[in-house]
């Protein structure tokens, strides 16, 4: 049975740890990556963790001896997954989620095209201006230069939502935690088949997910689109 790839990506700010720190809890035998950074620890964040947090210099070394899937560079800072998580995840029968950036997706697409990408969107700049504040805040700190990059380069990164196969809007964490989870049983539903004992609710699940791939969530995200000022696909040349 091979292990399924899912991918995460979001802008900065959009809730999209808080999302799958709850996911954690209501999905087994998904493996989370844990991702190298030349970034340093925030808030509590922990070394191997949150991330394998490292030097330029190791992360450099590591890029020389292809030891990365994909890596990235996002404000400022080296971001990567080791090919030796995938390895490690499917080896021991579980799927595996990358939390990872646009440019990032865009290599393990290529490399993987059977990966099933997810796109998470914050409702409005607004929303995401004040959670980063909020979060900058918690953390101590709120380093207003910092807040306006993340939200200019939201922009950005929501511009490539066609490029996901999912998309899912964290407006009620609640919702978007149960339409993850609904994307990953379907995944499986797929690739398994549904057990007879729990088809009611299986159907159930597949509905949720299937109302959240792109081609089905045009009405919901077309506010959002509109909001960061991105065209939308029908005004689009
Ligand atoms: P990301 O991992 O995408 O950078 P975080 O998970 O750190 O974002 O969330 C940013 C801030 O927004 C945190 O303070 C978090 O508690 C808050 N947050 C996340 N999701 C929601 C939500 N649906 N409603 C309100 N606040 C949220
Ligand atoms: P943060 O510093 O807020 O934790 O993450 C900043 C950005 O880097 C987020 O968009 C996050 O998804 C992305 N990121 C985290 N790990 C990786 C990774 O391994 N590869 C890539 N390409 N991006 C990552």
Not at 98 to 121: E, Y
Not at 124 to 149: C, D, T
Not at 210 to 232: D, H, K, M, Y
């Amino acid at each position: 049975m091979a292990g399924i790839l899912f991918i995460i990506s979001a802008p900065s700010g959009s809730g999209k740890s808080t999302l799958v720190n709850q996911l954690r809890s209501l999905v087994s035998g998904l493996e989370f990556s844990v991702s190298w950074t030349t970034r340093g620890p925030r808030g509590s964040e922990v070394d191997s963790r949150e991330y394998h947090f490292t030097t330029r210099e190791h992360f450099e070394k590591m890029i020389r001896n292809g030891e990365f899937l994909e890596y990235a560079e996002v404000f400022g800072n080296y971001y990567g997954t080791a090919r030796s998580t995938l390895g490690e995840a499917f080896a021991a029968g579980k799927d595996l989620l990358l939390d990872i950036d646009v440019q990032g997706a865009a290599q393990v697409r290529r490399k993987m095209p059977s990966a099933i990408s997810i796109f998470l969107m914050p409702p409005s700049p607004e929303v995401l201006a004040y959670r980063l504040r909020n979060r900058s805040r918690a953390e101590g700190s709120v380093q207003e230069e910092i807040i306006r990059k993340r939200l200019a380069k939201a922009r950005e990164e929501i511009e490539n939502y066609r490029d996901y196969g999912y998309i899912l809007v964290n407006d009620i964490l609640d919702r978007a935690v149960e339409e993850m989870a609904a994307v990953v049983a379907a995944e499986r539903f797929r690739r398994d088949g549904v057990p007879a004992e729990n088809s009611g609710d299986a159907e159930r699940l597949m509905e949720i997910a299937e109302s959240c791939r792109q081609a089905n969530s045009e009405a919901r995200i077309q506010p959002v689109l509109r909001a960061f000022g991105v065209p939308e696909p029908s005004l689009q040349s």
